[in-house]
Nanobody
Framework: VQLQASGGGLAQAGGSLRLSCGAS????????MGWFRQALGKEHEFVAG??????RTYYADSVKGRFTITKTRNTVYLQIDGLKPEDTAVYYC????????????????????WGQGTLVTVSS
């Protein structure tokens, strides 16, 4: 599935952003979804995931209570509240095909398709 992420931008610390990721064709009904981020000079980091049905979610400890991942038939969202300068990164959405399962994976290698990334910059 081809993914398109959007919603990044410049925000102040304490503010909010909502990132979106949709499939250019078809739906996300058979996919578990994840959001990862990569800050300059750092490794890819898992931040949030949601299972195919949306019943299960999982968050990195660093974002719990501030990030919320949700999923519709066609789009996955990442609501980011209480932005911190350390949230500055390129955010990527990813899809893992799960036609018969319903779980959340925080492991990058389990995802099949990736969006192009959207930059979030948080000023202090």
């Amino acid at each position: 599935v081809q993914l398109q992420a959007s919603g990044g931008g410049l925000a102040q610390a304490g503010g909010s952003l909502r990132l979106s990721c949709g499939a250019s064709e078809g739906t996300l009904s058979d996919y578990g979804m994840g959001w990862f981020r990569q800050a300059l000079g750092k490794e890819h980091e898992f931040v949030a995931g949601i299972s195919r049905t949306g019943r299960r979610t999982y968050y990195a400890d660093s974002v719990k209570g501030r990030f919320t991942i949700t999923k519709t038939r066609n789009t996955v969202y990442l609501q980011i509240d209480g932005l911190k300068p350390e949230d500055t990164a390129v955010y990527y959405c990813a899809a893992e095909r799960q036609p018969y399962n319903d779980y959340v994976s925080p492991r990058r290698y389990e995802f099949d398709d990736w969006g192009q990334g959207t930059l979030v910059t948080v000023s202090s």
